[in-house]
């Protein structure tokens, strides 16, 4: 009898990645396989964040992102002393309790925003809040840890330094670390690339941002024109539009961003499958915001 000695999946990913060919190919099934576990598997998550019920407790907020019809949600901002559902103050008991509360309205945390770590204090007591930050996001149940990446120059080399130091103990927690455009020193697409090739680790990605592409920029700079310079980079989106001057606080596809034109440079690029997330509704009462969650999710079913 003879047997034959295949590759694991992760092995020929690491082979993949070491030889540096194809890494676009094993960036996207790296995405893919933090999904795996979701609700309906790969292709693509339409979610919303918990960012336009942010005056209410993040309670509120999950019970109108189900009842409009999602089965992923975002956490980020809520009514509570940190102004953050989690962040790195959040016990791990706590998180997990977040957890549960999705999990009774039908719904996976495809992502997780948590301020900041505290990189500011040293290179050490970053690392170990951003290492804080993961174990709560595995607590909770998140699949993706959204970062804002930092503004201040004198800072920059050791942000990015504590996320390069924690990367593989995010994936051991099965957790993506994934930067957005947020404006300073990663407002644009190239820039964004820079920080994400300086880390250099594939569990470090990019979350797209079209509407503060044009935020940062002033309305200057086309998402469309910038969304090719990020080809291989992008696991997840922030869907997110613009209206001139400077407002983001809109429901997407009432704005500037020209999501079709974004998405196909996107899938061009090699986006072709993972996270959507919402993460601006126009503001209004709880009755009139979760009508614009409803409209807003079709926009994007329809868009994909």
């Known amino acids: 009898m003879t047997t034959t000695n295949r590759p694991t999946r992760r092995e020929f990913l690491g082979r993949t990645l070491a030889s540096g060919a194809s890494g676009l190919v094993a960036r996207q099934l790296l995405a ?60 791990p008991e706590e998180a997990h309790q977040v957890g549960l509360e999705a999990k009774k309205r039908g719904l996976a945390i495809a992502s997780l925003y948590g301020g900041r770590f505290p990189e500011q204090e040293s290179l050490e007591a970053g690392i170990a809040g951003l290492k804080r930050l993961i174990d709560n996001c595995a607590a909770a149940g998140a699949t993706s840890l959204l970062v804002a990446g930092i503004a201040t120059p004198k800072l920059y080399n050791d942000y990015y330094k504590v996320i390069a130091e924690c990367c593989d103990y995010a994936a051991e927690k099965h957790l993506g670390i994934a930067l957005k455009p947020h404006g300073g020193l990663n407002a644009t697409g190239p820039q964004c690339r820079k920080a994400i090739e300086r880390v250099g680790h594939k569990n470090f990605t990019l979350w797209y941002d079209p509407g503060n592409i044009y935020y940062c920029s002033d309305g ?73 969650a409803k409209k807003a999710r079709k926009f994007v079913e329809q868009l994909l």
Not at 50 to 63: G, S
Not at 249 to 256: D, Q, V
Not at 269 to 275: K, L, R, V
Request: proline share 6%; charged share 25%.
């Open 220 to 292: 200057k700079l086309d998402p469309v024109e910038d969304a090719a310079t990020v080809d291989g980079l992008v696991t997840g989106m922030c869907v997110k539009d613009y209206k001139h001057p400077k407002d983001v606080e809109l429901t997407p596809g009432t704005g500037r961003v020209d999501f079709p034109r974004v998405m196909a440079v996107l899938k061009k690029g090699g986006f072709t499958a993972g996270p959507l997330i919402i993460e601006t509704l126009t503001p209004g009462d709880r009755a009139a915001t979760l009508a614009e």
């Open 32 to 91: 893919r396989d933090a999904f795996a576990a979701s609700p309906s598997g790969g292709g693509w998550q339409v979610g919303c964040y918990t960012r336009p019920w942010a005056k209410y407790d993040y309670r509120v907020a999950l019970d109108a992102i189900a009842e409009a019809g999602f089965k992923y949600a975002g956490l980020m901002t809520t009514n509570s002393k940190t102004r953050l559902v989690i962040s790195v103050v959040t016990t």
